[in-house]
């Protein structure tokens, strides 16, 4: 039972474009949504998170978007660089225990020049 | 502080032998996790730590795996007579237990993650 999932495999963007990463959710209890970024080798790095009575949270290139309804949220970076070229996971929580975080599958996002 | 330390990087080991993995956390971090990563898959839950007492355990731990924190610093993952299937990243994290913000916060999670521990069962 897939709570949390990326669709998109992957995705490749130019540089200096905007890339968009999907993830969808089924659980209406989540309450809170981070996005990790991960690199080869390395463990998830927390990049930004959103709860669920806000509908946008910005932080420098970042944004996510967060639709309640459609249990959608979204990871807009522009402009997008190399350096972003990584593996994005999705995840999901809830503030009231916020022990445990469920994860998409990941996307991987390619910048090219 | 260097982070979440997790060792050894990789490990190798023949079915149906016992591998145990270690995982320092950041020292001030009460809250330490496991989790488990296979191909192609988000990192997937295991169990966690407040100090030495494990809260909180996932159905994917089976019998065969254990884990431990006897004085709420570093921990331990040991599985017994592992499987093929026992091949994945196995990813520790580290929190305080009051850096979780509420709903109308703008803080983030503490959560920090090790490189992981990549087994390979043959």
């Known amino acids: 039972d897939q709570q949390v999932k990326q669709n998109s495999p992957s995705l490749s963007v130019q540089e200096g474009r905007i890339s968009i990463l999907n993830c969808d959710y089924t659980n209406s209890m989540f309450d809170y949504f981070l996005w990790y970024k991960k690199y080869p080798a390395e463990g998830p790095t927390f990049l930004i998170s959103?709860?669920?009575?806000?509908d946008k949270n910005e932080d420098g290139r970042f944004t996510v978007f967060l639709n309640k309804s459609a249990k959608h949220l979204s990871l807009h970076i522009v402009p997008s660089q190399p350096g972003d070229s990584a593996v994005y996971f999705c995840a999901a929580s809830y503030t009231g225990t916020a022990s445990k975080l469920t994860f998409g599958t990941g996307t991987r996002l390619q910048v090219t020049l | 502080d260097t982070g979440v330390s997790q060792n050894p990087r990789h490990k190798i080991t023949k079915r149906g032998q016992n591998v145990t993995f270690r995982c320092d956390p950041i020292s001030e971090h009460n809250r330490l996790y496991w989790y488990r990563q296979t191909l192609g898959q988000g990192p997937e839950f295991l169990t966690y730590?407040?100090?030495?007492?494990?809260?909180?355990k996932s159905r994917l731990l089976s019998d065969r795996f254990s884990a431990e924190r006897p004085k709420g610093s570093f921990s331990t993952l040991e599985i017994q007579r592992t499987e093929q299937g026992d091949s994945a990243m196995y990813l520790c994290?580290?929190?305080?237990?009051?850096?979780?913000?509420?709903?109308?916060?703008?803080?983030?999670?503490?959560?920090?993650f090790g490189s992981g521990t990549r087994l390979t069962v043959v």
């Open positions: 959103i709860s669920s009575i806000k």
């Open positions: 730590f407040q100090n030495e007492a494990q809260l909180e």
């Open positions: 994290a580290s929190s305080l237990e009051k850096s979780f913000p509420t709903l109308d916060s703008n803080s983030s999670y503490g959560y920090t």
